[in-house]
């Protein structure tokens, strides 16, 4: 290569490092504007309530932590009118059983039911523990919902809510609750910053981004795409899910509240492991993204602009990356407040080092999941193919026992 060709080849490398520079305010520009007109909006009633249709409220456990009682025991005191809860466990010596038979016999009102054991439809454990509830389920609408959110007494209604005609899902985005320790406040940060951007901007422009652990969907419309058990072959059935759910021409919403995950682990090698998973998930369903993440994330889309900066307009290259990186927090501070709805949750000094700690980490998240060659999830190892579809781990089937 001459001279000239390379001069050529890096002021066009240069020039798109600086669109995509401008592509990534823009991405800010939107989750802060969508999120400000989006979430926690106030929801005039359009029904009476006490004609809200009834809702399944689906609940796949494995295994018990500090707060599964309490955050269980949010799904009892919904001010909702018409609704089932139905738990399963996929092996009836899950200490889970416990809890759940426990929080029966205290809200006899209640209509709850538990499902023990798995039904194998496919390598997804999620998927397996929730057919039987699934099949069982008496409503046309459904929620899903993960072991370790809590709901607010709203969030069912607030749900139900965007369920308008057009719609056939309902995400809530994923948030945190505040709980005590760092490792809660990394979670936090990471959720209601690069998370949320990501989440809010692409929902605001009709890209599929979603996450299945609090979702609520019309049974018919995911029966015709070949119901429940159709998303065992993948892992990240909430991809797939809401891609069959667009297919048929439905659309696909953000919920105006987000999840609240209040997990009683808060490890955050644990969630390192979770987002690696998640990356893993990703980069095989949507190999674009192996390019695209690293350079959306901060430290590395600013050290390429400043470095782009500099040889196209001799701008120094330290004072723009810092220039850049001090706008990025700013923005993220921003963004955390909105989604919080309120101040920090904890104090300033903590924002700033779990959001550094965030930034400095997500490139070797990256790196982790690029490194392995499998998934690790709730104890199973699966190997995941290009496309998204798994394959099967060693797993037994138990016979199914429904306690009321
Ligand atoms: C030069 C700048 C370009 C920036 C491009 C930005 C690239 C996107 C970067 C990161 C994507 C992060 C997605 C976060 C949410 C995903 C959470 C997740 O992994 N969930 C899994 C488990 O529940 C789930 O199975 C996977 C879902 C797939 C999500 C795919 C998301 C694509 C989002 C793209 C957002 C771009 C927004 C553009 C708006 C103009
Ligand atoms: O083998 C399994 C694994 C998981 N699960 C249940 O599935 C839910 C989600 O599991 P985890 O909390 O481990 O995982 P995540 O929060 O990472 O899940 C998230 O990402 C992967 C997606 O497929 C999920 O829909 C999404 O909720 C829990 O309720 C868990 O109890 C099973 O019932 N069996």
Redesign the pocket.
């Known amino acids: 290569m001459t001279v000239d060709h390379f001069a050529i080849g890096a002021t066009v490398i240069a020039i798109a490092v600086i669109i995509g520079w401008f592509i990534s305010w823009f991405i800010h520009t939107i989750s802060i504007c969508f999120g400000v007109r989006h979430l926690y909006k106030k929801l005039e009633p359009v029904i009476p309530k006490e004609e809200l249709p009834g809702v399944s409220i689906i609940?796949?456990?494995?295994?018990v932590d500090i707060n599964l009682k309490s955050n269980l025991e949010t799904f009892f005191t919904q001010d909702y009118p018409k609704y089932e809860l139905l738990f399963?466990v996929?092996d009836d010596n899950d200490p889970a059983i416990l809890v759940v038979k426990s929080l029966i016999d205290s809200y006899p009102k209640v209509d709850a039911k538990l499902f023990i054991g798995l039904k194998n439809v496919g390598p997804?454990?999620?998927i397996?523990?929730?057919i039987c509830p699934y099949e069982a389920a008496i409503y046309n609408n459904i929620v899903?919902?993960?072991?370790?959110i809590k709901m607010t007494p709203n969030t069912l209604y607030e749900m139900v809510h965007c369920l308008k005609p057009d719609v056939g899902l309902v995400l809530q985005m994923p948030y945190c609750a505040t709980r005590k320790g760092f490792g809660a406040v990394y979670q936090q940060v990471y959720f209601g910053t690069m998370q949320a951007r990501n989440c809010l901007s692409a929902n605001a422009v009709n890209i599929n981004c979603s996450?299945?652990?609090s979702s609520l969907l019309r049974r018919e419309v995911l029966d015709k795409a070949g119901g429940l058990a159709e998303f065992g072959k993948y892992?990240?059935?909430?991809h797939f899910m809401a891609q069959a759910i667009r297919a048929q021409g439905f659309k696909v919403v953000l919920a105006t509240t987000p999840a609240l995950?209040n997990?009683g682990n808060c490890s955050i090698s644990e969630f390192h492991n979770?987002l690696t998973?998640?990356a893993q998930?990703r980069m095989s369903m949507l190999p674009t993204l192996i390019f695209l993440e690293p350079v959306g994330e901060s430290v590395v889309l600013g050290v390429l602009t400043s470095w782009a900066a500099n040889f196209l307009l001799d701008v120094s290259p330290l004072a723009f990356f810092l220039g850049h990186f001090l706008l990025w927090f700013l923005s993220d501070y921003i963004l955390f407040r909105i989604v919080e709805n309120g101040p920090l949750p904890f104090s300033k000094f903590e924002f700033v080092v779990a959001w550094l700690l965030r930034e400095f980490l997500s490139p070797y998240i990256l790196l982790m999941g690029h490194l392995k060659d499998h998934v690790v999830?709730?104890n199973?190892k699966y190997k995941i193919q290009w496309g998204g579809i798994v394959q099967v781990p060693v797993s037994n089937s138990l016979d199914v026992v429904a306690v009321s």
């Open positions: 609940k796949p456990l494995t295994g399963s996929q997804n454990g999620k397996n523990n929730m899903i919902s993960d072991t370790g996450t299945g652990m892992l990240a059935e909430d995950q997990s979770r998973r998640w998930l999830w709730r199973q």
